[in-house]
């Protein structure tokens, strides 16, 4: 909580200085601008726009103008792309350069903004975010750059001008969301100016068209740099120079007259700056030592012990042919401070793991005293006992439930000692009476290689204790493979929307894996709050198929299943990727027509469709001939006001309007 106020108040002090910095020094570059926007196109310098602030207060963002100044600028979509007709000549070069931003230094200066932050959304977009995005990426200051701007810095070359707010919210616009709030949860001052730098560097013609990596937006050189070597060396340096100095003054009569504190401090600064190195050569840096294994605090111990080592020969050498001018100190000196230092470098990096292990201790103190967690034995010290240790140690189990020990039939040398920090109880026929003694839940059995007799035996203790419940780890861990068997298979397909997903069969048809009604029609609320909203054209096409089949032919349900689905397969092919289609019902489908730019476009759609479909269809060798009935809805002035799902879709179904089509192309209303 200090950190993050720390943190808070030297960014605002940062942004005050850099702002006011940066409007003095662009003053004259700015005047410039101005100068060639007047010359360009009549009308203000600069346009003010309305956007979603801290905690959603909306506030004035200032812009240069980049549109043409009359109506139609204002009447389009707020969302603008590269062909965009409203946007000047100058005003393509200042979007492209990101020049037109520069004058958000202004709301940085006076706190509506910052220099690091989400990017400031119009009010109207925001309105359609889910809570929970809202509420965290509307928790701090907008900015001028974040990861998702850097990222989407081409963003207006990505949208097409015939569906601009379609492919922004529905494609651009959720994965911009996602990575402002993965900045949200990772801010820091580093994170801040390596984002900063990555968008200095896209005006560089390389770097703009590579690909940044996403990780690198959030922990990029400057982070890495601060983190994996600058952190670690300033450490190093406070050990050593606590472990010198300590030394230095207990053992201050034993130090030659050339040694003093000024040295000591002098010979620990070339130690840090030694083990830095090592430590980068060896890769040490680059361990996450709260996960470390013992393994990794081996090889620090040998690559500390090799470098005392270095320095107690060199230090012998120095005393036998003085090479400088200052005389050798006294090995067991050198050796002392070496073991001190070790000791810190060792601790300091396993210093979370050494307080998790200590407050894990006392909480297990605390939760044998109080009797917190589910009581469990363990049965067998062979079989999978490591793996039931590890399991029930693990953060998911740890504190549910309470490890009495464990029983086995052949380690009678080993009762009353430790196994793994497991405490042998004694045999399997001691179980009833440590059930009743520590009121045992659950019996583990880690080791299925025991007698009959003895698994008989645990059996029946769940007549006499009803409350007890046996587990096998084998059939815990072989349910476990055939989950990641089943899971693997089903890789790379999508893992969330996957066919055997439920969330996936509540909202999509089964057969053709086309959205359903239900499906159908939340898309289309959505179409048409977003139509009324931005003044765009939206028209429905209803689809039903019929069949021409000679007498003799009777299709099964198979052959019609896959005549369904070879029509979905068509249907799939015309549509644009902004549109919905949908199976609604027996050989009927609906397809939702979005951002049209003219009336006309719906009549060419539902030709080509007719087309389409009217093609012949082979099925177990059977030539299937199809031919659709479409019907158009177009007027859907009374249908906003339907909630519920059905009630959208029966107004549709009454309100549709058959269409015929002539031989000359020219279709007619039924």
Request: charged share 20%; hydrophobic share 45%.
């Given at each position: 909580m200090v950190q993050r106020t720390i943190y808070r108040i030297l960014k605002r002090a940062i942004d005050i200085l850099a702002s006011g910095f940066g409007l003095l020094l662009l003053a004259p570059f700015f005047g410039l601008i101005a100068i060639l926007i007047k010359r360009d196109s009549p009308g203000p310098v600069f346009f003010w726009c309305t956007r979603a602030g801290r905690y959603g207060k909306p506030f004035r963002m200032l812009k240069f103008r980049t549109m043409y100044e009359q109506p139609s600028s204002y009447l389009g979509p707020p969302i603008t792309c590269h062909a965009d007709e409203r946007i000047t000549p100058i005003g393509r070069w200042l979007r492209d350069s990101k020049i037109n931003e520069l004058p958000q230094l202004w709301n940085v200066l006076i706190g509506d903004m910052s220099l690091v932050g989400p990017r400031p959304e119009d009010i109207h977009v925001v309105e359609h975010w889910p809570a929970d995005a809202k509420d965290e990426i509307l928790s701090i200051r907008p900015g001028i750059t974040s990861p998702a701007s850097i990222l989407y810095h081409d963003e207006e070359h990505r949208i097409r001008s015939d569906n601009v707010m379609g492919e922004y919210l529905r494609q651009i616009l959720p994965d911009k969301m996602r990575l402002d709030r993965l900045y949200v949860?990772?801010?820091?001052?580093?994170?801040?100016?390596?984002?900063?730098?990555?968008?200095?560097?896209?005006?560089?013609?390389?770097?703009?068209?590579?690909?940044?990596?996403?990780?690198?937006?959030?922990?990029?050189?400057?982070?890495?740099?601060?983190?994996?070597?600058?952190?670690?060396?300033?450490?190093?340096?406070?050990?050593?120079?606590?472990?010198?100095?300590?030394?230095?003054?207990?053992?201050?009569?034993?130090?030659?007259?050339?040694?003093?504190?000024?040295?000591?401090?002098?010979?620990?600064?070339?130690?840090?700056?030694?083990?830095?190195?090592?430590?980068?050569?060896?890769?040490?840096?680059?361990?996450?030592?709260?996960?470390?294994?013992?393994?990794?605090?081996?090889?620090?111990?040998?690559?500390?012990?090799?470098?005392?080592?270095?320095?107690?020969?060199?230090?012998?050498?120095?005393?036998?042919?003085?090479?400088?001018?200052?005389?050798?100190?006294?090995?067991?000196?050198?050796?002392?401070?070496?073991?001190?230092?070790?000791?810190?470098?060792?601790?300091?990096?396993?210093?979370?793991?050494?307080?998790?292990?200590?407050?894990?201790?006392?909480?297990?103190?605390?939760?044998?005293?109080?009797?917190?967690?589910?009581?469990?034995?363990?049965?067998?010290?062979?079989?999978?006992?490591?793996?039931?240790?590890?399991?029930?140690?693990?953060?998911?189990?740890?504190?549910?439930?309470?490890?009495?020990?464990?029983?086995?039939?052949?380690?009678?040398?080993?009762?009353?000692?430790?196994?793994?920090?497991?405490?042998?109880?004694?045999?399997?026929?001691?179980?009833?009476?440590?059930?009743?003694?520590?009121?045992?839940?659950?019996?583990?059995?880690?080791?299925?290689?025991?007698?009959?007799?003895?698994?008989?035996?645990?059996?029946?203790?769940?007549?006499?204790?009803?409350?007890?419940?046996?587990?096998?780890?084998?059939?815990?861990?072989?349910?476990?493979?055939?989950?990641?068997?089943?899971?693997?298979?089903?890789?790379?397909?999508?893992?969330?929307?996957?066919?055997?997903?439920?969330?996936?069969?509540?909202?999509?048809?089964?057969?053709?894996?086309?959205?359903?009604?239900?499906?159908?029609?939340?898309?289309?609320?959505?179409?048409?709050a977003f139509s009324s909203r931005y003044h765009t054209t939206l028209a429905i096409l209803l689809i039903r198929l019929n069949t021409t089949l000679p007498r003799e032919i009777c299709l099964t349900k198979a052959e019609t299943s896959s005549l369904m689905k070879q029509a979905a397969h068509r249907l799939m092919t015309l549509k644009r990727k902004s549109d919905t289609l949908a199976c609604l019902g027996e050989n009927e489908f609906g397809l939702i027509l979005e951002n049209l730019l003219s009336p006309k476009n719906v009549i060419q759609i539902a030709r080509r469709i007719k087309q389409t479909l009217a093609e012949p269809v082979i099925v177990n060798n059977h030539c299937i001939q199809l031919s659709a009935e479409i019907s158009l809805c177009s007027n859907f002035e009374s249908a906003e006001q339907m909630e519920l799902p059905n009630q959208l879709l029966d107004w549709i179904l009454k309100h549709r309007k058959p269409l015929s089509f002539t031989q000359e192309g020219v279709y007619e209303l039924g």
């Amino acid at each position: 909580m200090v950190q993050r106020t720390i943190y808070r108040i030297l960014k605002r002090a940062i942004d005050i200085l850099a702002s006011g910095f940066g409007l003095l020094l662009l003053a004259p570059f700015f005047g410039l601008i101005a100068i060639l926007i007047k010359r360009d196109s009549p009308g203000p310098v600069f346009f003010w726009c309305t956007r979603a602030g801290r905690y959603g207060k909306p506030f004035r963002m200032l812009k240069f103008r980049t549109m043409y100044e009359q109506p139609s600028s204002y009447l389009g979509p707020p969302i603008t792309c590269h062909a965009d007709e409203r946007i000047t000549p100058i005003g393509r070069w200042l979007r492209d350069s990101k020049i037109n931003e520069l004058p958000q230094l202004w709301n940085v200066l006076i706190g509506d903004m910052s220099l690091v932050g989400p990017r400031p959304e119009d009010i109207h977009v925001v309105e359609h975010w889910p809570a929970d995005a809202k509420d965290e990426i509307l928790s701090i200051r907008p900015g001028i750059t974040s990861p998702a701007s850097i990222l989407y810095h081409d963003e207006e070359h990505r949208i097409r001008s015939d569906n601009v707010m379609g492919e922004y919210l529905r494609q651009i616009l959720p994965d911009k969301m996602r990575l402002d709030r993965l900045y949200v949860r990772n801010q820091s001052l580093t994170a801040d100016l390596d984002i900063i730098f990555w968008t200095l560097a896209i005006f560089i013609p390389i770097l703009a068209k590579a690909k940044i990596p996403e990780n690198l937006l959030f922990f990029g050189p400057l982070s890495r740099l601060v983190h994996r070597y600058l952190n670690w060396f300033v450490l190093d340096l406070i050990v050593s120079l606590f472990a010198f100095t300590l030394v230095g003054l207990i053992f201050q009569s034993q130090l030659p007259d050339f040694w003093g504190l000024r040295q000591l401090f002098i010979l620990a600064i070339i130690m840090a700056l030694t083990f830095s190195g090592i430590n980068f050569l060896l890769g040490f840096n680059r361990i996450v030592w709260r996960y470390a294994t013992a393994n990794d605090g081996i090889n620090l111990l040998a690559a500390t012990s090799l470098l005392s080592l270095v320095v107690l020969i060199f230090n012998h050498l120095q005393g036998m042919y003085r090479w400088f001018a200052f005389p050798a100190l006294p090995s067991q000196l050198i050796l002392i401070m070496c073991m001190l230092a070790q000791i810190g470098l060792l601790t300091s990096r396993y210093r979370l793991r050494l307080l998790s292990s200590i407050s894990s201790r006392w909480l297990k103190w605390r939760r044998y005293s109080t009797g917190i967690g589910e009581k469990v034995v363990i049965v067998g010290l062979g079989g999978s006992f490591h793996t039931v240790v590890q399991l029930l140690r693990s953060e998911a189990f740890r504190y549910v439930f309470q490890t009495i020990g464990v029983v086995d039939d052949n380690a009678t040398s080993e009762i009353g000692m430790w196994v793994e920090e497991c405490l042998v109880l004694g045999r399997t026929s001691d179980l009833p009476d440590l059930i009743e003694k520590h009121d045992i839940g659950i019996l583990f059995v880690a080791d299925e290689n025991i007698p009959d007799e003895v698994k008989q035996m645990i059996c029946g203790l769940r007549h006499t204790h009803s409350d007890l419940r046996i587990a096998i780890a084998s059939q815990i861990l072989q349910r476990l493979e055939q989950q990641m068997i089943q899971a693997s298979r089903r890789l790379p397909d999508q893992l969330i929307w996957s066919p055997d997903s439920t969330f996936y069969l509540t909202l999509h048809d089964p057969l053709t894996e086309l959205p359903n009604q239900y499906l159908f029609c939340k898309e289309l609320q959505h179409a048409l709050a977003f139509s009324s909203r931005y003044h765009t054209t939206l028209a429905i096409l209803l689809i039903r198929l019929n069949t021409t089949l000679p007498r003799e032919i009777c299709l099964t349900k198979a052959e019609t299943s896959s005549l369904m689905k070879q029509a979905a397969h068509r249907l799939m092919t015309l549509k644009r990727k902004s549109d919905t289609l949908a199976c609604l019902g027996e050989n009927e489908f609906g397809l939702i027509l979005e951002n049209l730019l003219s009336p006309k476009n719906v009549i060419q759609i539902a030709r080509r469709i007719k087309q389409t479909l009217a093609e012949p269809v082979i099925v177990n060798n059977h030539c299937i001939q199809l031919s659709a009935e479409i019907s158009l809805c177009s007027n859907f002035e009374s249908a906003e006001q339907m909630e519920l799902p059905n009630q959208l879709l029966d107004w549709i179904l009454k309100h549709r309007k058959p269409l015929s089509f002539t031989q000359e192309g020219v279709y007619e209303l039924g």
